[in-house]
């Protein structure tokens, strides 16, 4: 299991520090964020009252096209720094983005989400913690999707 450090992997200053250039550095293909959030609605059969959760949403590369997609998107990230990025990508749309610990609990109310989404994310996590808290949100019949890249 990967060192979690202070168990606040998104707070560390690297990711705040890293996040301006977080794209460039380790950034998606061009369109590939919109190609994922299409899949994820369209597997995930997402409507517009269902709440699809991303944890680790960082810079929004990928979320940014699903909360464009999924209006009861919600993204959580524990680096403020990485949201705002998040956020000037998608302004003036207002996103709903939490600084939150997704090691911690997750701030929606159980068997609410119909997607819990997690990419680029889930190696920093506790694995037992993401599959009680997934188990206890995603609602019957709902999804947990998880990326990854090929580089």
Known sequence: MPDRGSGNP???PAFDALATRYDARTG???????TV???IV?????????IVLELGAGTGEIGAHLAALAPGYLGI???PAMLEV???????ATPRLLVA?????????????RVIFASRVIHLLDHEHVAREATRCCWPGGYVMLGRVNR
């Open 10 to 12: 998104g707070s560390e």
């Open 28 to 34: 998606l293909p061009p369109g590939a964020g919109k």
């Open 37 to 39: 959030a299409e899949a």
């Open 42 to 50: 369209r597997l995930g059969g997402v409507g517009s009252d269902d």
């Open 77 to 79: 990230d524990s680096s």
């Open 86 to 92: 998040f956020r000037a990508k998608t302004a003036p």
């Open 101 to 113: 610990d997704a090691n911690e609990s997750w701030p929606i109310p159980a068997s609410s989400a």
